[in-house]
Every structure is written in structure tokens, then in C-alpha cells.
């Protein structure tokens, strides 16, 4: 099984900061990656598909990138409601699609 | 604007089975993949499996392997996950969530339910 790690687990940021997220694959997945917010007791929401594309009505402040093993995820201008943990998922193995562990990010 | 609201939470005992219900409103259901996840205390989600709706084509996660089925309805639009022989490993919220597949990009999902919570004590 493909086997996602992400980091860092946790960080402390302010409202405004810009913040990056790494997510690493244990192959060569091109870029087929998925990254997802959730915030406490809701639904996951879909921020970026293919490593980079946007969306449907997801901010510009979110920016993704990557291909191969390596991706990142980056927040320009963090807003109070970015404060949530995220996830990145790789959709190479279909249908079975591996998760990272996840990076919270908390008020500082 | 397509809608996943799931069944209640559910407490069960050891060695029982859980039947959690997902259903679509505001769309197209049958067509579209429903996946299910798991996210158990303090860990990442988990892919349960996935199913094609107007198919009934299952996919499984190899951990869950002869402990898990997932069912659809098309005629009322709901998706059923039940898992059998449960154990304190498995307390976790479940989600199911729509599925979009291309060429480009592979899948993604990107309409949840809203989670089912399932304890096992």
C-alpha cells in the first residue's frame, strides 16, 4: 500500500500568517493528490484535486502543488476559519485511496 | 446541489453489527461512486470501500474484507454500509462522500455526510 506522511502533525499560526503543509507518498503518485479541511464535528471539505487544481468555490488563498512523491499545500493570509486539520489523499491506487495522518493548525 | 445526510450515532456491543444509511438529495445518486471513510480517536481517516450505486460494483479495503458491505438503493437514493463482528477498534465517526473520477486527476471526493458516529463498548 501506498503510505502518505504529512508534516508537520500540528502548528501554531496567526490569523494573517501564510503556513505550508507537506505531504509526503511513498511513490511516485504524479499527481494524483487530494487535500481536504475539516473542521470539528463536520463534514471534510474538498480543497484541491490533482495537486493543484482548485476547488469549486474554495478561496484563492489555498495553493497547491507537487507531483511525484513531494506536495505541499499552502495557505496565503490565514483566516479564522482555516484553523482546522488537513489532510492529504493520494487517488493513485484507485479505488482505494490512502490518507495522511493529518496537520492541525491551531490559533496562536 | 447534491446533499449526504447520514443515519444517527449508534452504540454497540462487541461482536454485534452496525447498519449506517447515506442519503442523497439535490442530485444525480446512481450514477456517481459513494466511498465510505472512517476516522477512529486520534487518527487519520481510513478508506472503508466504495461502491457504484446503479452498478452495485463493490470495492473493498483488504482490512475490512469479509466484515464490511456496502449495499445502494437507488429507488429512495441511499447508501448502506454495515459492518459485522465490531470491536472497541472499530469506535470511529464514518462518513460516506461522493465520488468524481477523470483522467486527469484520477478521483476525488467532494460531497461528505455529515459523519455517523459508532461506539462499541
Known amino acids: 500500500d501506498i503510505q502518505m506522511t504529512q508534516f508537520p502533525s500540528s502548528l501554531s499560526a496567526s490569523v494573517g500568517d501564510k503556513v505550508t503543509i507537506t505531504c509526503r507518498s511513498s511513490?511516485?503518485?504524479?499527481?494524483?493528490l487530494n487535500w481536504y479541511l475539516h473542521r470539528p464535528g463536520e463534514a471534510p471539505k474538498l480543497l484541491i484535486y490533482?495537486?493543484?487544481t482548485l476547488q469549486s468555490g474554495v478561496p484563492i488563498r489555498f495553493r497547491g502543488r507537487g507531483s511525484g512523491t513531494d506536495f505541499t499545500l499552502t495557505i496565503n493570509s490565514l483566516q479564522p476559519g482555516d484553523f482546522a486539520t488537513y489532510y492529504c489523499q493520494q487517488s493513485y491506487s484507485v479505488p482505494l485511496g490512502t490518507f495522511g495522518g493529518g496537520t492541525k493548525v491551531e490559533i496562536k | 446541489q447534491v446533499r449526504l445526510v447520514q443515519s444517527g450515532a449508534e452504540v454497540k456491543k462487541p461482536g454485534s453489527s452496525v447498519k449506517v444509511s447515506c442519503k442523497a438529495s439535490?442530485?444525480?445518486?446512481?450514477?456517481?461512486?459513494i466511498s465510505w471513510v472512517r476516522q477512529a480517536p486520534g487518527r487519520g481517516p481510513e478508506w472503508v470501500g466504495r461502491i457504484v450505486p446503479s452498478l452495485g460494483i463493490t470495492h473493498y479495503a483488504q482490512m475490512f474484507q469479509g466484515r464490511v458491505a456496502l449495499t445502494a438503493d437507488t429507488s429512495t437514493s441511499t447508501a448502506y454500509m454495515e459492518l459485522i463482528s465490531l470491536n472497541s477498534a472499530d469506535t470511529a465517526v464514518y462518513y460516506c462522500a461522493r465520488v468524481i473520477t477523470g483522467n486527469l486527476f484520477s478521483y476525488y471526493m467532494d460531497v461528505w455526510g455529515e459523519g455517523t458516529t459508532v461506539i462499541v463498548s
Open positions: 490533482g495537486a493543484s
Open positions: 511513490t511516485d503518485i504524479s499527481t494524483f
Open positions: 439535490g442530485g444525480t445518486f446512481s450514477t456517481y461512486p
